[in-house]
């Protein structure tokens, strides 16, 4: 179905309810307060008024400030939690009598009231969109609120199911690919920087280069994700040789590897909702059937928690058998290692690829979980530690969070399964020898 249709369609239907339902008395002053216009919505039977309800409650929502919003959420957390009188009652049939009827009432009544109102509140003409900037919102007040990361539980458990992957449309973005996604695609990219519509043509229009994105029907022509890819004859030890202005352009047929130098979720509202690891797949599967002669799937990747976790260890005198001379040398600003004589480079370019190594490889947080949130996000998709590239990125931003180093992830889809299980029961690490042979000798 044309979803410009659909939108008119479900517009249609909510202007019949306003009609309906007197909708003028609920706008301007003296309008119904947003709070009584949530308990309408719940209490409402018919779909043409609850559409017009859901308009009002998030028209009202948008016209907040700051202040209006977080007490809109903890409005939320309070008067919208699970009705604590029906609550008692199913606990209380349950212990009488435990059966399935009882289990089931039992978890009707412990779902908070908020989720339904959210659901409802989805019915409105573009109440999707207007949800994921709630939820966008809801961040910021959580730093203020932290109890409120009950009502984002909520939100993360309706966004789960309503961007599942069967929703979504996997789309290529291409130079003639409408102006208004093109400008999404600059201002979301968040990997690295496009500088303008020069280096978005390079970066779309050649034969050696691909993008694609995920869509949602409800969110027209807003990206939710999307990866750039580079068609090669090896694989890269750098961003530069990739994102170079003047190249030689590959015929796509010759490729043999496809490379994933930069994933950009879109969405801020979505943030926890995965949808990577399914695009990284879909694509790789999709342009396996376009050019056969792709057998290498690959990454090119940042490691943006390497330098913070870095600088931690060089200010330990017992850390991996560092001496005191390897200890000043990861210490010196990075910035100030780009004029530094070729031996002295040397012995930094190979201590920094051996710290890499016990960063991506042994190096785990208070919760025993891989620390670098790259590392977590392509080893938890099936990836291998495949390469790991001192002076991979030498950008400012690259030297202020890895050093300059970046990684080679690798997807190998006969592997791809037996890898995630290693990681996601195991947090096995999953990398080639030339990588576990940088590794030092554990500390004693």
Same mark, same amino acid.
């Given at each position: ?104 009432a039992l978890h009707l009544a412990s779902e908070p009231r908020r989720q339904e109102l959210l659901r409802r509140l989805n019915l409105a003409p573009d109440g999707t969109h207007v949800l994921v900037q709630m939820r966008e919102a ?146 790789? $599967? ?8 792709? %057998? +290498?799937? !690959?990454?090119? #990747?940042? =490691?943006?928690?390497?330098? &913070? ?107 791809? $399964? ?8 195991? %947090? +096995?690490? !999953?990398?080639? #020898?030339? =990588?576990?042979?940088?590794? &030092?000798?554990?500390?004693?």
């Amino acid at each position: 179905m044309d979803m410009a249709f659909l939108g008119e369609l479900l517009t249609n239907v909510a202007d019949r309810g306003r009609a309906l339902i007197g909708f003028e008395r609920f706008l301007g002053k003296g309008a119904r307060p947003i709070d009584r216009l949530c308990e309408d919505l719940l209490s409402g039977k018919g779909e043409a008024s609850g559409m017009a309800f859901a308009q009002a409650v998030l028209d009202a929502w948008q016209r907040l400030d700051k202040p209006g919003r977080l007490a809109f959420f903890n409005l939320l957390a309070e008067r919208f939690g699970p009705d604590a009188e029906r609550l008692d009652k199913a606990i209380e049939t349950y212990r009488k009598k435990p059966d399935a009827a009882a289990v089931s009432a039992l978890h009707l009544a412990s779902e908070p009231r908020r989720q339904e109102l959210l659901r409802r509140l989805n019915l409105a003409p573009d109440g999707t969109h207007v949800l994921v900037q709630m939820r966008e919102a809801l961040f910021e007040a959580m730093e203020a609120e932290p109890a409120l990361k009950a009502v984002d539980a909520d939100f993360r458990h309706l966004f789960g199911s309503w961007f599942n992957r069967g929703f979504l449309v996997l789309r290529r973005i291409d130079w003639r690919t409408p102006a208004n996604v093109l400008e999404k695609i600059i201002r979301y990219e968040a990997v690295h920087e496009i500088q303008g519509w020069d280096d978005l043509r390079r970066r779309l229009e050649p034969a050696d280069r691909r993008c694609f994105a995920f869509f949602h029907p409800q969110l027209v022509d807003e990206p939710l994700i999307f990866v750039e890819v580079a068609l090669t004859t090896e694989i890269p030890r750098t961003i530069g040789e990739v994102l170079q202005p003047e190249r030689e352009v590959l015929p796509a047929q010759e490729a043999t590897t496809a490379v994933f130098y930069s994933i950009s979720n879109c969405q801020e509202g979505l943030r926890g909702i995965s949808f990577g690891n399914f695009l990284i797949k879909q694509v790789a $599967e999709d342009l396996k059937r376009e050019l056969p002669g792709l %057998d +290498t799937f !690959v990454t090119l #990747s940042p =490691v943006p928690g390497f330098a &913070r976790w870095l600088s931690g260890i060089a200010a330990d005198p017992g850390a991996f058998h560092l001496t005191n001379e390897e200890r000043a040398e990861l210490g010196r600003p990075a910035g100030e290692t780009i004029s530094l004589d070729d031996a002295t480079k040397a012995r930094r370019d190979k201590l920094l690829g051996q710290m890499a190594a016990q960063y991506l490889l042994r190096a785990r947080g208070s919760s025993g979980r891989v620390i670098d949130p790259v590392a977590r996000f392509h080893l938890g998709n099936g990836a291998r530690l495949e390469r790991i590239n001192v002076g991979g990125n030498l950008s400012a931003r690259g030297l202020r969070e890895s050093h300059g180093v970046m990684v080679n992830y690798r997807y190998d889809l006969d592997d791809i $399964e037996t890898n995630h299980e290693a990681f996601a029961t195991r %947090d +096995t690490v !999953v990398a080639s #020898s030339s =990588v576990r042979k940088l590794l &030092r000798p554990a500390n004693p």
